[in-house]
T-cell receptor, first 111, second 116 residues
Framework: QKEVEQNSGPLSVPEGAIASLNCTYS??????FFWYRQYSGKSPELIMF????GDKEDGRFTAQLNKASQYVSLLIRDSQPSDSATYLCAVNRGDTDKLIFGTGTRLQVFP | GAVVSQHPSWVICKSGTSVKIECRSLDFQATTMFWYRQFPKQSLMLMAT?????????EQGVEKDKFLINHASLTLSTLTVTSAHPEDSSFYIC????????????FGPGTRLLVL
């Protein structure tokens, strides 16, 4: 089992729709969860982080964490073509600052 | 968000040469920086953790004598790929750990290395 798993996609949604990206992790000791966006040929850009169970909202983005199910998700409301990118889920390893990345989900938002 | 720079952004070199990549945190001090490598269509793989004033710690399978890391100040870490070979061609990305508030890694723009 991979430490951090994501569906590789592509996930295709129409402009204006809600995109839902999912991630599961294996280390129950993980405490910090991050979503990064990576455009092709570029480095990752931090979108959100979440530490507590529940929802965290920032603009059009909502991160959801369920530690019991070892599941973290990212919702993007009112999706725009500029949101088309690969979204990387990252989880800290145990009680360290090291991040383990999933392989990413490619999102395509079509006009 | 915090700003991290990398230099050079891309480099082409001959097999057997050494290449140095710099990573700088521009608006915060970072006692910890990380070096990642990303091959096409794959995710980021952590290579090593760079600690200011002490030796870097390397992930399993990463040769410390090949990938030399120096973290001489709170804003600068360097990665030197020694005797580079074509299989070292990759996208090298650093991140700096910001500890103001929640600890968060901010990434540099990456360095694309092509070894001929």
């Amino acid at each position: 089992q991979k430490e951090v798993e994501q569906n590789s996609g592509p996930l295709s949604v129409p402009e204006g729709a809600i995109a839902s990206l999912n991630c599961t992790y294996s280390d129950r000791g993980s405490q910090s969860f991050f979503w990064y966006r990576q455009y092709s040929g570029k480095s990752p850009e931090l979108i959100m982080f979440i530490y507590s169970n529940g929802d965290k909202e920032d603009g059009r983005f909502t991160a959801q964490l369920n530690k019991a199910s070892q599941y973290v998700s990212l919702l993007i409301r009112d999706s725009q073509p500029s949101d088309s990118a690969t979204y990387l889920c990252a989880v800290n390893r145990g009680d360290t600052d090291k991040l383990i990345f999933g392989t990413g989900t490619r999102l395509q938002v079509f006009p | 968000g915090a700003v991290v720079s990398q230099h050079p952004s891309w480099v082409i070199c001959k097999s057997g040469t050494s290449v140095k990549i710099e990573c700088r945190s521009l608006d915060f001090q970072a006692t910890t920086m990380f070096w990642y490598r990303q091959f096409p269509k794959q995710s980021l793989m952590l290579m090593a953790t760079s600690n200011e004033g002490s030796k870097a710690t390397y992930e399993q399978g990463v040769e410390k004598d090949k990938f030399l890391i120096n973290h001489a100040s709170l804003t600068l870490s360097t990665l030197t790929v020694t005797s580079a070979h074509p299989e070292d061609s990759s996208f090298y990305i650093c991140s700096a750990l910001s500890t103001g508030g929640q600890e968060t890694q901010y990434f540099g723009p990456g360095t694309r290395l092509l070894v001929l």
